[in-house]
């Protein structure tokens, strides 16, 4: 079993703060603020510890906030060189940021500034979206000064702290329903020399996708003209949720045609009939019939079955390929019935379909028996 990761956030966090603090201010209550952090500190989880670190600041840092948000900034250490494995090492600005978040919304050039320092040895993608809500044009105009940051950490907030589904955060409910405020900032990183940049872009434009599919595919249909192959990637990344959905647009954008020109010539369930807790191999076989030849990413999907009787749907990724007039090609995957955490499996009738350029194309049913005795 991993180990929780509230055991990496422990009281030496709170420890190593409160002597840096003195370090830069010598009547800082070291002692006093050690030991408002303890108290309850073992029975809390990594997030709830953050909170009361960045509370037990608000109690003990000097002055009022503009003079407390200084001094806090002031202990900084230096800004991260990588862009991925920093590990744990990073959420030790965990505090910082939730202070800025809770305390810090009254006083909007100080915790901007703040911010900026923070995201480049952390990350400041929680904290900014208050601000974004109370400040909303304040808040856009300083992001969009933040584009061209020498820093690729600065640059990917725009994109990242600007999510409207960003995991593990509120949504910022205002761009979830119109996103067009947001969408002068994207358009300034879709070229970003970074892929840690142009990565969080793609993920903001998979966001849109879902609460506005056809924006999406607007958005990056125009993206899309004259791309490198840097943008198509983004582009592609972008649209992966409408692709896996079978949303026609998409595959347009993408350049992909419908497949009325590629057969499915065999469809089979190996092992037949599985049973619960094996696997079966699902045989899929084409054929390019045209005279032309056929771009295509072919998926396939099982209807599982349901403890009420009902299905539910899973679409599984197989290939992106390209068939010449005439070629066929074979593909199969291994699919495990066990049992699993995250799906529970019945016997009974399913049902195996095959999408090409996300339209279906041939399914079949198959029955899948009672484990083993």
Same mark, same amino acid.
């Given at each position: 079993?991993?180990?929780?990761?509230?055991?990496? +956030?422990?009281?030496?966090?709170f420890e190593?703060?409160a002597?840096?603090l003195?370090?830069?201010?010598?009547r800082?209550?070291?002692?006093?603020?050690?030991?408002?952090c303890s108290?309850?500190y073992d029975?809390?989880? =990594?997030?709830?510890r953050a %909170?009361?670190?960045?509370a037990?600041?608000h109690e003990h840092?000097?002055?009022?906030y503009p /003079?407390?948000?200084?001094?806090?900034?002031?202990t900084?250490?230096?800004?991260?060189?990588?862009?991925e494995?920093?590990g744990? #090492?990073p959420?030790? &600005?965990?505090?910082?940021?939730l +202070?800025?978040? /809770?305390?810090?919304l009254?006083?909007?050039? /100080?915790?901007?500034?703040a911010q900026y320092?923070l995201?480049q040895? +952390?990350?400041?993608e929680?904290? $900014?979206r208050?601000?974004?809500?109370?400040?909303?044009?304040?808040?856009?105009?300083?992001?969009?000064?933040w584009t061209?940051?020498?820093?690729?950490?600065?640059r990917? =907030?725009v994109?990242?702290?600007t %999510?409207?589904r960003?995991?593990? @955060?509120?949504?910022?409910?205002?761009f979830?329903?119109?996103?067009s405020?947001?969408l002068?900032l994207l358009?300034?990183?879709?070229?970003d020399p970074e892929? &840690?940049?142009?990565r969080s872009?793609?993920?903001h434009?998979n966001?849109?996708?879902k609460?506005?599919?056809?924006l #999406?595919?607007e $958005?990056a249909?125009?993206?899309?003209?004259k791309? *490198?192959?840097?943008?198509?990637?983004?582009?592609q990344?972008?649209?992966?949720s =409408?692709?896996?959905?079978?949303?026609?647009?998409?595959?347009?954008?993408?350049?992909y045609?419908?497949?009325?020109?590629l057969t499915?010539?065999?469809?089979?369930v190996? !092992? /037949?009939?599985p049973?619960?807790?094996e !696997? @079966?191999?699902i045989? $899929?076989h =084409?054929? *390019?019939? !045209?005279?032309?030849?056929v771009a295509?990413?072919?998926?396939?999907? $099982?209807? &599982?079955?349901k #403890? *009420?009787?009902?299905?539910q749907p899973?679409v +599984?990724?197989?290939?992106?390929?390209e068939l010449e007039?005439?070629?066929?090609?074979?593909?199969?995957?291994?699919?495990s019935?066990?049992q699993?955490?995250?799906?529970?499996?019945?016997?009974?009738h399913? %049902?195996?379909?095959?999408l090409?350029n996300?339209?279906?194309?041939?399914?079949r049913?198959?029955?899948? %028996?009672?484990?083993?005795?």
């Amino acid at each position: 079993m991993a180990e929780p990761l509230k055991n990496h +956030f422990g009281p030496d966090i709170f420890e190593r703060l409160a002597d840096q603090l003195r370090k830069k201010h010598r009547r800082f209550p070291r002692d006093r603020f050690v030991a408002a952090c303890s108290n309850g500190y073992d029975e809390l989880e =990594l997030l709830p510890r953050a %909170r009361h670190i960045a509370a037990c600041l608000h109690e003990h840092l000097p002055g009022e906030y503009p /003079e407390a948000i200084e001094l806090l900034v002031s202990t900084l250490g230096p800004p991260l060189e990588k862009t991925e494995n920093n590990g744990m #090492a990073p959420f030790f &600005y965990l505090p910082h940021v939730l +202070f800025v978040r /809770e305390f810090g919304l009254n006083h909007f050039e /100080e915790s901007m500034q703040a911010q900026y320092e923070l995201t480049q040895r +952390f990350s400041a993608e929680f904290s $900014i979206r208050p601000f974004l809500e109370q400040h909303t044009k304040a808040t856009l105009k300083r992001l969009k000064a933040w584009t061209t940051d020498s820093s690729v950490h600065v640059r990917r =907030l725009v994109s990242e702290g600007t %999510r409207p589904r960003l995991p593990w @955060a509120g949504r910022l409910r205002a761009f979830q329903k119109d996103p067009s405020p947001v969408l002068p900032l994207l358009d300034k990183l879709i070229d970003d020399p970074e892929i &840690y940049v142009r990565r969080s872009v793609a993920n903001h434009l998979n966001d849109i996708s879902k609460d506005h599919p056809e924006l #999406a595919c607007e $958005i990056a249909s125009r993206w899309n003209k004259k791309a *490198n192959e840097k943008r198509r990637w983004v582009v592609q990344h972008g649209l992966r949720s =409408l692709v896996k959905q079978g949303f026609p647009a998409a595959f347009t954008v993408l350049g992909y045609a419908p497949a009325d020109s590629l057969t499915v010539t065999e469809l089979t369930v190996e !092992s /037949e009939p599985p049973r619960i807790g094996e !696997s @079966a191999v699902i045989r $899929i076989h =084409l054929q *390019n019939e !045209s005279n032309q030849t056929v771009a295509a990413i072919v998926d396939f999907g $099982i209807d &599982y079955r349901k #403890a *009420n009787g009902g299905s539910q749907p899973k679409v +599984f990724k197989l290939k992106n390929c390209e068939l010449e007039p005439g070629e066929e090609l074979t593909l199969s995957k291994t699919v495990s019935f066990r049992q699993m955490t995250t799906r529970t499996h019945y016997p009974g009738h399913h %049902r195996v379909f095959v999408l090409v350029n996300g339209t279906e194309v041939a399914d079949r049913e198959f029955k899948l %028996r009672p484990p083993a005795k």
